[in-house]
Structure formats: structure tokens, C-alpha cells
């Protein structure tokens, strides 16, 4: 079982930076494939990044603009996000993977455990 917290949403202005946090409980951390997800309101939720083995991914709107790594010893995740603009406000989620494979990491549904969400407000 594995439980997830994320932290550092905020309101920051467009041209900002934010560095979101995702605390990890459980012994076997380090096995599992991590990412960070977006819900914008009404909209469906999407890949923003993901680390695993093979490396690190990122989805196409984020490219060049965050950077997501881990820190195994603490068991935690991280975002950082620079050159906020308006369009990445959203419900950020942080998500853990059992069996991610390149080709899958980037796939919502075979994620086992997700955090609460934390909240992005990006003002123009």
C-alpha cells in the first residue's frame, strides 16, 4: 500500500514558478514508476510528467517548462514548474505505478494509488 500527500500548490502570476511536493509512504517506493497528472475544471485529467526507470517523460504542453525528479531516501516527488502560464491551472495529482512501462507511464489508468490533489491558479 502506498499513500500519497501532495504539497506547494499556490496562486502565482503568469512567468512564475511553483515546485509542487508528493510525500510517499511505504517501503517499496522506490519500485514503483512515478507522475504527475492535471484536471483543469471541465476538462479531462492529463499526463504532465512521469519518472521511472527508463528516465523521465513529459507531456507535450509542458516540455521545456518542468521538470519532474525524486528523491528515493525521503520517498518524495517533485515538480518544478517555471514559466507559468494561465492554461496550467489546474488540480495537480501525484500517482504511483506498480508495472509502468515506457509505453504506459504516461497512461492514467494503470495507475494503482493517487494522491488528494493539490490546487495551481496561474493569473494572467
Known amino acids: 500500500q502506498v499513500q500519497l500527500v501532495e504539497s506547494g500548490g499556490g496562486l502565482v502570476q503568469a512567468g512564475g514558478s511553483l515546485r509542487l511536493s508528493c510525500a510517499a509512504s511505504?517501503?517499496?517506493?522506490?519500485?514503483?514508476?512515478m507522475a504527475w497528472f492535471r484536471q483543469a475544471p471541465g476538462k479531462e485529467r492529463e499526463f504532465v510528467a512521469g519518472i521511472g526507470w527508463s528516465g523521465t517523460y513529459y507531456g507535450d504542453s509542458v516540455k521545456g517548462r518542468f521538470s519532474i525528479s525524486r528523491d528515493s531516501t525521503k520517498n518524495m516527488v517533485y515538480l518544478q514548474m517555471n514559466s507559468l502560464k494561465p492554461e496550467d491551472t489546474a488540480v495537480y495529482y501525484c500517482?504511483?505505478?506498480?508495472?509502468?512501462?515506457?509505453?504506459?507511464?504516461?497512461?492514467?489508468?494503470?495507475?494503482?494509488?493517487w494522491g488528494q490533489g493539490t490546487q495551481v491558479t496561474v493569473s494572467s
Open positions: 511505504g517501503r517499496t517506493f522506490s519500485r514503483y514508476g
Open positions: 500517482a504511483a505505478c506498480q508495472n509502468c512501462a515506457t509505453n504506459t507511464i504516461a497512461i492514467e489508468r494503470f495507475y494503482d494509488y
